[in-house]
């Protein structure tokens, strides 16, 4: 069976086995499901961080794009349109406003992101929570140079952008920071990597750090890493959205792999 062709069964898997959490099976999650995750609620600043995607999905310049990472699977030219690495790279606006109440809600201090692309994720993380500090890692100049740029148009002061390939400047990031209370992994999807992402920022993960993997069935390779951070022994509860997986460490959750809608 191709790569292709797995991924769409797993599709299946998943929309047949998501379901919604009740109440009585575990209230943090409850609330933590249906007053942040599933929340419609609507904050000002989505207009804002929209309105500025609107704007990057009109912008037709071209800029040279170093990728350290697997790639885009649509555009995998090096030379790329604004507009197409905001329609075909960055997170639709579902999964920014889910981390944005998620960060609301959990209030974290330090905040990681893997990944930081044109930006628009790193805008939702940060203006969660004004007095956290974000810490974005991008690999291509060209990208964060933009990023740089969307986050003083939107006033941003809490974000750090480190410019680098997250295999070396991680660790070094790392090395300054107390603890980490939220990552957001959505850089180089592939396994290796994704495992070793993971196991560096688990040292500094508490009780209440929640980690956050964008596109966990992004492929085979992606979807292996997943079943294997799940697994690892600090881990409790972990939830499948299969666009994205959470992952706890309370000690107060059961270890747990739950698959819920999105
Ligand atoms: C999917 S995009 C991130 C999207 C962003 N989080 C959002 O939704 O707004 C992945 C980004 O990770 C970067 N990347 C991939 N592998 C990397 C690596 N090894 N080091 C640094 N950056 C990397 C790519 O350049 C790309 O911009």
Redesign the pocket.
């Known amino acids: 069976m191709t790569e292709k062709l797995q991924i769409a069964k797993a599709f299946v898997n998943y929309f047949l086995s998501a379901k919604y959490p009740k109440k009585e099976d575990i209230p943090f999650l409850s609330t933590l499901y249906h007053e942040v995750i599933a929340s419609k609620k609507n904050y000002y600043i989505f207009d804002e961080i929209e309105a500025l995607r609107g704007v990057l999905l009109r912008n037709h310049q071209k800029i040279t794009?170093?990728?350290?990472?697997?790639?885009?699977r649509v555009d995998k030219s090096k030379i790329r349109k604004i507009s197409s690495?905001t329609k075909n790279?960055?997170?639709d606006a579902k999964?920014?406003q889910m981390l944005f109440r998620l960060v609301n809600f959990l209030q974290p201090k330090h905040v990681v992101?893997?990944?930081?692309?044109?930006?628009?994720?790193?805008?939702?993380l940060a203006k969660a929570a004004k007095n956290s500090s974000v810490y974005?890692?991008?690999?291509?100049p060209n990208?964060?140079s933009l990023?740089r740029e969307n986050f003083k148009q939107l006033n941003s002061k809490n974000i750090t952008a480190i410019?680098?390939?997250?295999?070396t400047?991680?660790k070094t990031l790392l090395e300054k920071l107390p603890q980490i209370d939220l990552v957001?992994f959505?850089?180089?999807?592939r396994k290796k990597?994704t495992i070793d992402y993971f196991k560096a920022c688990l040292p500094l993960a508490k009780q209440k750090s929640v980690f956050i993997f964008?596109?966990i069935y992004w492929s085979l390779e992606m979807k292996e890493a997943w079943q294997e951070i799940v697994l690892h022994p600090q881990v409790t509860l972990s939830i499948d959205f299969f666009e994205l997986g959470i992952i706890f460490f309370r000690n107060d959750l059961p270890k747990k792999q739950l698959i819920l809608r999105f």
């Open positions: 794009v170093k990728d350290l990472g697997a790639g885009s690495i790279t960055v997170n999964t920014g992101e893997l990944g930081t692309s044109l930006g628009i994720n790193t805008l939702y974005t890692l991008e690999g291509c990208t964060l990023a410019e680098g390939n997250i295999d400047e991680l957001f959505d850089a180089n999807h990597p964008d596109d």
